[in-house]
């Protein structure tokens, strides 16, 4: 398989190519980004299979010529809502396969769009395989099979856990610019059964089965408008963040004043930016006693005729950086679209096997954990002990087994 990563020198794109460069069923990798010079130093890294290519996914000749040599077209060029639709239908347009992390929900229900161009073309698409989304859709789906009936879905991650590599660059990065994004204005997400949009960052009180109470954010992410898609009786889908008081309320500061012009979105985000470098989050802080797990999925609904409720959370990790986390699941999930065979434009709910990816997703996870130990699974009928020492248990091996907090 000859796979192109499309800004395969970027954060997300460096930890995907790591990966495939380590898969024998990718027998040429070829690291493309508009910096040439970061693009040859990370394919040399990566030794004799790959190479690096100079492109600029905004000049289509260049970028569809380097779509002719390949099989599969890897994408972490962001922000998506600029890139994920060009990209993706220059890639059905040259028939190849192609997988993304797109996190915008607009440029994916767009990108959703074009099924019957790919279907026609032979091209398997998959959309947002990373952690949120991707891996939350995952949960989801393990959440929800506990049950009879599915009403809603509620999908939910720390702030704490979406935490850059170090860098020194004072420009705002495509993920800050697309979290500016979700954070203001409205947002789509499902509610009775159809697509809507509702002011971002509305408080959302739950009910974690296992743990108890919990309140978050509402943020713009494409579980919310795609999980339909594996549950067609959902009534409704959220996605938030979860996090500690002052991450949550530099948020609102930061939606107030982009929404009443106070700050422009690229100045917010090099704002977000400088707080990240300055206020790094440190990953054992995100597990606390009676707190909210960093990525998780609760499902609600009915089980033999009664209410009921489960959740499920990514108990293992493949790192401490956003960049792992998103990038090495991408590359996980390559093989698979390869051998699905599937033409037409998916989410992961409605392509992956979750069992089959959190297996060959366990043994790039920090500790080498058994497939059966990547999830936690905890249900309302269950007795509360029981459930919260369980995923209490699994949570803290995974975050305190790293000898080192480097990186994250």
Not at 230 to 243: M, Y
Request: proline content about 8%.
């Amino acid at each position: 398989m000859r796979v192109l990563a499309l800004g395969g020198a970027g954060e997300m794109g460096t930890a995907a190519v790591r990966v495939l460069a380590d898969d024998p069923r990718v027998s040429r990798l070829v690291v493309a980004d508009r910096d040439e010079q970061r693009a040859s130093a990370v394919a040399m890294a990566l030794g004799g299979k790959a190479s690096a290519r100079k492109v600029d996914v905004t000049d289509r000749a260049t970028l569809f010529d380097a779509m002719r040599d390949c099989d599969l077209v890897v994408n972490t060029v962001g922000p998506f809502y600029r890139f994920g639709a060009p990209v993706l239908a220059a890639a059905i347009e040259a028939g190849r396969d192609y997988v993304d992390i797109c996190d915008d929900p607009q440029p994916t229900l767009d990108m959703l769009a074009m099924d019957g161009r790919a279907r026609a073309a032979g091209v398997t698409a998959l959309l947002g395989i990373g952690a949120s989304p991707g891996i939350a859709n995952l949960l989801a789906v393990v959440a929800g099979r506990e049950l009879d009936c599915v009403d809603s879905l509620l999908t939910g991650w720390n702030i704490g856990e979406a935490q850059p590599d170090p860098t020194t660059h004072a420009e705002a990065s495509a993920a800050l610019l697309h979290g500016i994004r979700q954070i203001t204005g409205t947002i789509p997400l499902t509610r009775d059964g159809a697509l809507a949009y509702e002011p971002a960052l509305q408080r959302v009180r739950f009910t974690y089965p296992g743990i108890g109470p919990g309140e978050g954010r509402s943020f713009g992410h494409p579980e919310a408008v795609t999980l339909p898609r594996a549950f067609p009786e959902l009534r409704d889908s959220t996605n938030i963040v979860v996090g500690n008081r002052a991450a949550l309320a530099g948020l609102s500061l930061l939606r107030a004043a982009v929404d009443r012009g106070i700050l422009s979105p690229n100045r917010a985000a090099r704002l977000a930016g400088w707080a990240e470098r300055h206020f790094p989050a440190n990953p054992v802080d995100i597990i606390t006693p009676g707190g909210m797990p960093p990525l998780f999925a609760i499902a609600a609904g009915r089980r033999d005729g009664r209410p009921a409720s489960a959740a499920t959370a990514l108990a293992q990790i493949p790192g401490l950086s956003m960049a792992a986390n998103t990038g090495i699941p991408l590359a996980v999930a390559v093989p698979m679209v390869a051998d699905a065979a599937r033409p037409g434009v998916h989410t992961p709910e409605s392509l992956l096997e979750p069992d089959a990816f959190f297996s060959a997703l366990a043994p790039h996870c920090i500790g080498h954990p058994a497939a059966t130990a990547m999830t936690a699974t905890t249900r309302s009928w269950d007795s509360k002990e029981s459930a919260a020492d369980a995923l209490n248990t699994s949570l803290l091996t995974a975050f305190l087994a790293p000898p080192t907090r480097a990186g994250f």
